[in-house]
Structure formats: structure tokens, C-alpha cells
């Protein structure tokens, strides 16, 4: 199997190396608009590089994997599925809720197979957690709690085009609520404040973040995120029934200290960068994905018509915040 690759930052050189070490795949093709970046990765790991990404579409691959800039994505995205070729894009697909909607309308009309970078559905703890909350296990769920909390805030530049905080951070505990919860939001109600670095409040942003999420199925979710949390990387879910309650990332090396005397904790380095705490996940999605993009018909795990469902959260998150009230989701146009 020939497998194109897009960028080669952070992301895209783990993509490379899961992808050389494929016993499925007889080759992978890189380019990047850094071509020295392309290149020495491309020496180093034995592939091929081309000189464009326009150039990687037409030699055809049997599928192509993006995780260049954002801006890129959307219109990678519809070459690819223009082309027939099985795409995985890394989030977000498109710069916009519009352009989002563009592309979930075309893979709707044409069944085209792609599949969006949201990795925690591949980490082992939120899929048992969802095999609980499907099973029963759990009974009937009451409260959710969620956080994303970064250690380091990113760059300035990197954040002025983010789309904020709950588009770029949050985005994530939406997705894993919907796909662990199997349930749908009805409205939402979040706040915010700017503190540290004054570039979030330059660039209309906040540090800081809170979402309540009312569901379906009656239950209330509490997602918060924050980018500074010097402790360091931590990632959770709680999920709390009338039979049980489960927590996900909860471990020898969450970055979480105890209150109670002789209580050691965390036990081990705390987590730092989002790629090692999900190095399962990465390497467990992009497997995946090979296996299906060889599969006539396959069903996405993660599909564009998925990315919008989350990305409708965020633009309510972001309105609720801004405008100091509810946002039902309804009010944010859909596919």
C-alpha cells in the first residue's frame, strides 16, 4: 500500500514513523513546504519525498494522511476526495464552521472515506469507558466532568490563529463526550477569563474555560480547559452513573496532587506533551486507518459529519462565552 503524507511537524513525523513501520505499507511519500524538513525525514526513515503536495495527489497514493498547517486542510481534503482516495485529516478539517459544513455535505454526496484526527477515540481508557457506558455498567448516567489542561501556553502566533479556545482546546472534550456518551447536546453554557500572557486577551481569547453541556439523555456534562497548568499535562474524564462511576486518565503519572497526608501522588514524571500521553492513541488511529482505507465501503471512525458535530459545539461554547448566555444548538447551522 502507497500512503502519501502531508507535513512533517510535530504530528505529521509521528505519522511518518508509525507509517514506515506498517507491515502494510509498501511506501510513503512526504512532502512538506519546508522541503529540507521533507527531505531529512525522508532520509532518515527511508521514504519518498515529492516536491508538492500537488504533485503527491496526482501520482494517486491508495491513501493520503494530512497534518500540515490548517489552512491547507480543507482544500487537501477535497482534492483527496475529488481524486477517490481515502483521507485522513488532522483536526481541524477546515479554518471555518462553513468550510466544515462544506465538507461534511460532500463526503454525505459522495460517500468518500475520511477520517479526522480526534485520537482519543483510539486511547484504550475512553473506549473501555465507552464499552461501560454502552454496556450498562454504569447505569444511568448523572455527571460528566472533563479537562484538557495544557502545561505551557503556545506561541503567540500560533494562538492569534487558533480560533480560540474552545475551537482549538475544547474541541476534543467534545468530540470524546459525544463518541464515549453516545448522546447528543441540547444547549450549552460556558465562561472564561484571560490571565497570564496578555496576548489572549490582545487576541480576544481566554486562558481559562469551563462548558456546561445539558445532553439528551439527561445527564450534564462539565468540560473545562486551561493553558497553563504548570503541573503539567492532564487529560481526564470522570463519568459518573447510578451504578458506578469510572475515570479516564487517571494514573501513576497524572500531574494531580493529594491533599490527604501519605498519599503519594503522581508516582511517576507527570505527563508533558500531549504526544506521549497519547502515543496509543496515535499509533492505534493511524493503523486504523490503513486497515480501512484498503476496505470498499468502510465506515469512518471518525467522520467528517463527526467533526462537524463537535465544531457545532465549539461555536456554541465560543458564542455562550462571548455573549454571557445559553446557546442552544439549534441556533448553530448544521449540514
Not at 13 to 39: G, K, M, Q, W, Y
Not at 134 to 147: A, F, P
Request: with cysteine.
Amino acid at each position: 500500500m502507497r500512503v502519501g503524507l502531508v507535513g512533517v511537524g510535530r504530528i505529521g513525523a509521528r505519522h511518518a514513523a508509525i507509517l514506515a513501520a506498517h507491515p502494510e505499507v509498501s511506501e510513503v511519500l512526504v512532502t512538506d513546504t519546508a522541503p529540507e524538513a521533507a527531505h531529512a525525514l525522508a532520509d532518515s526513515l527511508g521514504l519518498t519525498f515529492v516536491a508538492s503536495s500537488q504533485v503527491l495527489v496526482a501520482e494517486r497514493p491508495d491513501a493520503l494522511v494530512i497534518a500540515s498547517p490548517t489552512p491547507t486542510h480543507a482544500a487537501l481534503v477535497r482534492a483527496a476526495i475529488t481524486a477517490g482516495i481515502p483521507v485522513f485529516c488532522e483536526k481541524p478539517v477546515a479554518a471555518t464552521l462553513e468550510g466544515t459544513i462544506d465538507l461534511a455535505r460532500l463526503e454525505r454526496e459522495t460517500g468518500a472515506f475520511v477520517q479526522v484526527g480526534f485520537q482519543r477515540r483510539f486511547d484504550p481508557g475512553y473506549r473501555r469507558a465507552r464499552e461501560l457506558v454502552r454496556s450498562g455498567g454504569l447505569g444511568r448516567l448523572h455527571t460528566i466532568r472533563g479537562n484538557t489542561f495544557d502545561p505551557e501556553p503556545p506561541p503567540a502566533a500560533y494562538l492569534r490563529g487558533s480560533g480560540g479556545i474552545f475551537r482549538d482546546c475544547s474541541v476534543h472534550d467534545f468530540d470524546i463526550l459525544r463518541f464515549v456518551t453516545g448522546s447528543e447536546a441540547e444547549w450549552v453554557l460556558a465562561a472564561g477569563s484571560a490571565h497570564g500572557d496578555p496576548v489572549f486577551a490582545e487576541v480576544g481569547d481566554v486562558s481559562s474555560a469551563t462548558t456546561l453541556v445539558a445532553l439528551d439523555v439527561g445527564a450534564v456534562a462539565t468540560l473545562s480547559a486551561a493553558r497553563h497548568n504548570a503541573a503539567g499535562y492532564d487529560v481526564r474524564m470522570e463519568l459518573a452513573g447510578e451504578s458506578g462511576t469510572v475515570c479516564v486518565g487517571l494514573d501513576d503519572a497524572t500531574p494531580l496532587a493529594s491533599a490527604e497526608e501519605g498519599v503519594p501522588w503522581p508516582a511517576e514524571a507527570p505527563h508533558h506533551l500531549f504526544l506521549d500521553r497519547f502515543a496509543t492513541a496515535y499509533a492505534a488511529e493511524i493503523a486504523g486507518f490503513i486497515d480501512l482505507a484498503s476496505q470498499p465501503g468502510a465506515s469512518s471512525p471518525c467522520s467528517l459529519a463527526d467533526a462537524l458535530a463537535a465544531t457545532r459545539l465549539a461555536e456554541a461554547a465560543t458564542r455562550s462565552c462571548q455573549e454571557e448566555r445559553v446557546v442552544r444548538l439549534e441556533e448553530v447551522p448544521g449540514a
